[in-house]
Structure formats: structure tokens, C-alpha cells
């Protein structure tokens, strides 16, 4: 049904997606999450990004995506009145966020049982330890945040294990 929503939304039986949920504004950090998913997106070709919101970042970003050919991996997949079914289709939850507060998106996530991978910055370190439930790396650094993602893409067991530690703190 998402597909129907919004063709660009597509992935196949292989494709696996990481999702982000919030307005595309700067102070999200997604430009840092575009460039760092170039980095991902070469030694992982069936990963799917979905950014989800709308904002003023939103024709920026596009330009970003082209210009890098992340076309194929990285969608900007619009708004949602809700985004339970998004949830339920992702793998793994991203929050790049360069200030951030107790964040709604991060809590849904995490309360679905997904894996998150964030900037370390305000409430987000209130509810994640990196390693525990979650992965946190140094806000802006875009190495780091390529470097949390590919590791846990590549590791199926420490998905899983996030992703319980995260429901349960939740």
C-alpha cells in the first residue's frame, strides 16, 4: 500500500530500508545524512533511505540526492498522516538531528523495536546509550554517522539486539 501512495516508494524482496520521520529542516542534519549515505550506499546496494516530512529543506535535498545518484536509494518520501505502517516496514530508524529535544519520531521508533542510529545532542541522550539501545555518534560527524550505519546494516544480531533494548526502553 505505501507503494501506491507514492511510486518512488518501491523496494523489492532484497531491498532493506532505514527511515527518518520529521520536518526537513537544517537543523536536522539530513544534508550530513544525505552525504553519509553515499558513503553506506556503495557497499550496500539494496538499502533504501526514506526521509518522511515536508520543510524548507525539502528541493535542497533533492538537488543533494541527484547530485550524488543516490536517486535509486534515497527517497524524499513526503508527509504521512500517520506513520505506524512506515514503522512497521523499516529495519532501521536514523535521527541526525543537529539540536533536538525529546523527540516524538526517536520514541515511535523505539517503540516499535526498530534499531536507531543518531546524533548525540539533547533529549536524544536521554534516551539512547550507544551501545545499549541504540547507536550514538558525535553530532555532525558525518564519518561516524556512515560508520554506525554500515555497522549496523551489516550486522543482523546486533539489529535485533537494539531493537529489543530500544522496546524495552521505550
Known amino acids: 500500500s505505501l507503494a501506491l501512495a507514492n511510486p518512488a516508494l518501491r523496494f523489492g524482496p532484497r531491498d532493506r530500508l532505514t527511515l527518518y520521520t520529521g520536518r526537513l ?3 536536522k542534519g539530513l544534508d550530513t545524512l ?3 549515505w553515499a558513503e553506506v550506499a556503495r557497499d550496500h546496494p539494496h ?3 526514506w526521509l518522511v516530512g515536508e520543510g524548507p529543506e525539502e528541493e535542497r ?3 543533494q540526492i541527484g ?3 543516490l536517486e535509486g536509494q534515497v527517497s524524499l518520501a513526503g508527509a504521512f498522516d500517520s506513520v505506524d505502517d512506515l514503522l512497521l516496514a523499516a529495519d532501521r ?3 541526525p538531528s543537529h539540536e533536538e529535544g525529546m523527540s516524538l519520531a526517536l520514541l515511535e521508533a523505539m517503540a516499535a523495536g526498530l534499531p536507531v542510529v543518531a546524533y548525540a545532542t539533547g533529549g536524544i541522550t536521554d534516551a539512547l546509550r550507544d551501545g545499549v ?3 550514538v555518534v558525535r553530532r ?3 564519518r561516524a554517522l556512515a560508520g554506525a550505519l554500515a555497522a549496523v546494516l551489516r550486522n543482523r544480531k546486533e539489529r535485533e539486539r537494539l531493537g529489543r533494548a530500544a522496546l524495552a526502553t521505550a
Open 34 to 36: 544525505v552525504a553519509a
Open 61 to 63: 535535498l533533492r538537488e
Open 67 to 69: 547530485a550524488a545518484g
Open 47 to 49: 538499502e533504501k533511505l
Open 140 to 142: 555532525g560527524d558525518r
Open 25 to 27: 529542516h537544517r537543523l
Open 93 to 95: 530508524f536514523v535521527l
Open 133 to 135: 539501545n541504540g547507536r
